[in-house]
């Protein structure tokens, strides 16, 4: 079973505070991502990595910057926390491999930002 | 551009009824389909998967067939169970060879007894 943890599972941040959102995968893919999603709506692309050292921008990439120093880790970071990054945040591993793209969540991380 | 619709944002059945819930989509590449299942304060998670032109997958009493004349791949179920009420979403491999996926807004499905 593909595993993907992430860290912290819930955190509350105050504005203009620096945020990290940590994800780590075990399931030897190369490309990860990060998802933002508003309580009952779809899931909008942030950032994502297909190899280390190395993010791309997503949809919505504006107020957020990416990190992948390894291939199983892949951070989110909010320099300036804003009262409108309140949301949870999923990562997802894909297995490109497989040639298929399917995506394997984490268990998602919410913030909350006072 | 790619792009995902749901037209449903909510639907609200009693328990043993047919669902299906509408999902098109719009691409210039090969469309490769999938539908995600979120329950309550869970992760997303692959429901099915879309296979070749006009033919149905299942998975968990789900069906769905993409039909590429239509850009449709909608999701069914014959009898719904309370264990079924979740949020639903339709996604879609995008054509720019990044891997992404395309997510649907999503439709939410609450099973009544």
């Known amino acids: 079973e593909a595993a993907v943890t992430q860290s912290p599972r819930s955190k509350v941040a105050v504005t203009g505070g620096k945020v990290t959102l940590s994800c780590h995968q075990t399931?030897?893919?190369?490309?990860m991502y990060w998802y933002r999603q508003d309580t009952g709506h779809g899931l909008r692309l942030i950032h994502y990595s297909y190899v280390a050292d190395s993010t791309e921008k997503g949809d919505i990439p504006d107020g957020y910057k990416a990190s992948r120093p390894s291939q199983e880790n892949f951070s989110l970071i909010l320099e300036l926390a804003s009262l409108s990054q309140t949301a949870v945040y999923f990562c997802?591993?894909?297995?490109?491999?497989?040639?298929?793209?399917?995506?394997?969540f984490g268990e998602g991380s919410k913030l909350t930002v006072l | 551009g790619d792009s995902v619709t749901q037209t449903e944002g909510l639907v609200t059945l009693t328990k043993g009824l047919p669902v299906m819930l509408n999902c098109t989509y719009q691409t210039t590449y090969s469309p490769f389909l999938f539908w995600y299942v979120q329950h309550l304060n869970e992760a997303p998670k692959l429901l099915l998967k879309s296979s070749t032109d006009n033919k149905r997958t299942e998975h968990q009493g789900f069906y769905a067939t993409l039909h590429k004349s239509s850009s449709s791949f909608h999701l069914q179920k014959s009898s719904v169970q309370l264990s079924d009420s979740a949020l639903y979403f339709c996604?879609?491999?995008?054509?720019?060879?990044?891997?992404?996926?395309?997510f649907g807004s999503g439709t939410q499905l609450t099973v009544m007894p």
């Open positions: 997802a591993s894909s297995d490109v491999g497989a040639n298929t793209g399917q995506l394997y």
């Open positions: 996604a879609l491999r995008a054509s720019s060879g990044s891997w992404q996926l395309i």
């Open positions: 399931n030897n893919h190369d490309y």
